[in-house]
């Protein structure tokens, strides 16, 4: 495997493959991130190891969600994952899940003595998230009146260490990553529950999903993918 700036090449198919397949992904631990100048993450590997089954060459490319998703939705032959399939998104993309099934949950700040326990309570406080994340999707859809864009999750969480903004909402994983790295952050309460996907062109080819989805099928049958929820401290349902 060799990582040229942070884009990664995958030849993985037979010269007779037609085209290729272009997946793009985010920096949003524990499901995608770099360390070290590689790739890694509980929806990465499933991703590369679903591919191994599927006759297509493919590229794997991290950038800002935005981007990210709005290639998968605007170009033929281009993926994008870890994506929440929630109603907004359903007619959007054809899909290959569930990677993963996670909530959603609502934190602050400690220091802020913050602590609304329902939407409702929370709609009087501004929230942040970054731009086209599912979450602005969740916190439009509840009423909430003040939310803050920003272009990915990091700067939305230092935004809400400094004050800047009052409640963030963030997978559960995600917040139990940022809790061990020493953050003191709490959880308010569950804002959602969703299964995480890829996401494919509504006009990719379904000869091509379909080997996607066996390949997934097949490591959820075998194991891997437990194995894989277990490698980065994930719940596997046991």
Partial sequence: MRIATFLLSLGLATAASAETIRFTTEDYPPYNFREGGEYKGVGYEQTIELMKSVKADYTIEMMPWAR?????????MHCVFTTA??????KRFKWVEPLAIDRNVM???????????TIE???QYTVGT??????????ERNGFPKIDLATDLKLTFKKLMSGRIDLMPISDRYFE???AEGNAIEALFVLSEQKFAIACNIDFPDAL????????????ADGTQKTIFK????????
């Fill in 68 to 76: 990210a998703l709005s290639l998968a939705e605007n170009e033929p």
């Fill in 85 to 90: 399939h929630i109603a907004e998104r359903d």
């Fill in 107 to 117: 934190i602050a700040n400690k220091a802020s003595g913050i602590k609304p326990r």
């Fill in 121 to 123: 309570e929370a709609r």
């Fill in 130 to 139: 970054q731009r086209n994340d599912y979450t602005q999707d969740l916190l």
């Fill in 177 to 179: 990553a940022l809790r």
């Fill in 209 to 220: 999903l379909a080997q996607m989805q066996a390949g997934l099928d097949r490591l959820i």
């Fill in 231 to 238: 490698k980065y401290n994930m719940p596997t349902g046991e």
